[in-house]
């Protein structure tokens, strides 16, 4: 099946680093959202963005939906060890196609996060 | 905790056999999607549930099939399993309408073999 092109496919930190990971798609999107799945867990949403070009805080975590509408990018400033997961981004069609493409979601492959203390 | 419970949390199945997998759906939410995530990959999209009819389906056979019933709750099934099932089994819950986003239940892993 179709998925996003996710990189890095695994970072190691040192505490304290800020993190970047991005996904790109070769298809159009109308929302961009970023999860992160701790082991034995199910994914757990972490930002949702809905207009091309907005930009998204929810703490030490800063997200983009790219101007294309085909890409979108996550940083974590600051980061700690509780930070460690895979974080996965997801592409969904959104409202525009009709109100019935909520929860039908692409994801990337994911990106390994390890933050050494 | 996003509310969205599945069961069970573990099972192992036999080739060929046929699995019932169960999702209760978070409390507002009107619509259950489920995806299988294979190890060290991301959520494949199986099917989306809502008014309790299928509402879109990705890349999967025939033998995969669901239900959603009145109260929202869903049930994913799958006949003459194969080696590749193997894997875990999330569900999602949102409100169709409504732009709520998708908030995933832990999941049951499957083991075929």
Redesign the interface.
């Known amino acids: 099946?179709q998925?996003?092109n996710?990189s890095p496919q695994s970072m190691f930190i040192q505490e304290g680093e800020d993190v970047s990971m991005n996904c790109t798609s070769s298809s159009i999107f109308n929302?961009w959202?970023w999860?992160k799945q701790d082991p034995?867990?199910?994914?757990?949403?972490l930002i949702?963005l809905y207009k091309a070009g907005e930009l998204t805080s929810n703490g030490r975590l800063t997200a983009q939906f790219g101007i294309t509408r085909k890409d979108s990018f996550l940083n974590i400033s600051a980061s700690i060890p509780s930070d460690v997961g895979i974080y996965?981004c997801?592409g969904?069609l959104g409202?525009n196609a009709g109100?019935?493409?909520?929860?039908?979601?692409?994801?990337?492959?994911?990106t390994i996060l390890t933050v050494h203390p | 905790e996003t509310g969205v419970t599945q069961s069970p949390t573990h099972l192992i199945k036999t080739r060929g056999q046929q699995v019932t997998l169960r999702c209760s759906s978070q409390s507002g939410h009107n619509t259950v999607s489920w995806y299988q995530q294979a190890l060290g990959q991301g959520p494949q999209f199986i099917f989306q549930y809502y008014r309790e009819e299928e509402n879109g389906r990705g890349n999967f056979p025939p033998r995969f099939s669901g239900l959603q019933f009145p109260n929202y709750s869903s049930e994913l099934n799958v006949n003459a399993l194969e080696l590749d099932d193997s894997a875990l089994y999330l569900c999602a819950s949102s409100w169709t309408g409504g732009g709520t986003e998708a908030f995933f239940g832990q999941g049951t892993r499957l083991t075929v073999v």
């Open positions: 099946g998925q996003l996710q929302t959202l999860y034995g867990e199910g994914p757990v949403l949702a996965f997801a969904q409202e109100g019935t493409s909520y929860g039908k979601l692409t994801f990337g492959q994911g």
